[in-house]
């Protein structure tokens, strides 16, 4: 199954949505240390998903569930020097994928 329908889609993303504001103990450089995304990535992907009718501050109030702000100030800590180096590495990895894509 190469394709996944709308409807589905639409609802594992609800779930996923549900699933980051619970785990408000994992930290987004955490996220995208290991996974290579973020809340702010995918808050950023709904926002081009709509073409711009939802800005990144509303997109991301959206994922959060609360202004990023908010969020940051009630469950943001600081990031350790061995979080941020997984993050940069995840991100360079992420570069090197699409560039794979690319060719």
Known sequence: MD???D???AAAFRRLVEHLRLRTDVQNVDLMGRAGFCRNCLA???????GGALSQDQAREAIYGMPAAEWKARHQT???????ARMEAS???NEQLRRG???
Do not use: F, G, N, R
Request: aromatic content about 4%.
């Open 7 to 9: 409807k589905t889609a």
């Open 91 to 93: 991100v360079a990895l």
């Open 3 to 5: 394709t996944i329908d």
């Open 44 to 50: 950023d992907w709904l926002s081009e998903a709509t």
């Open 101 to 103: 894509l690319a060719d």
């Open 78 to 84: 600081e990031a350790t020097p061995d979080q941020l």
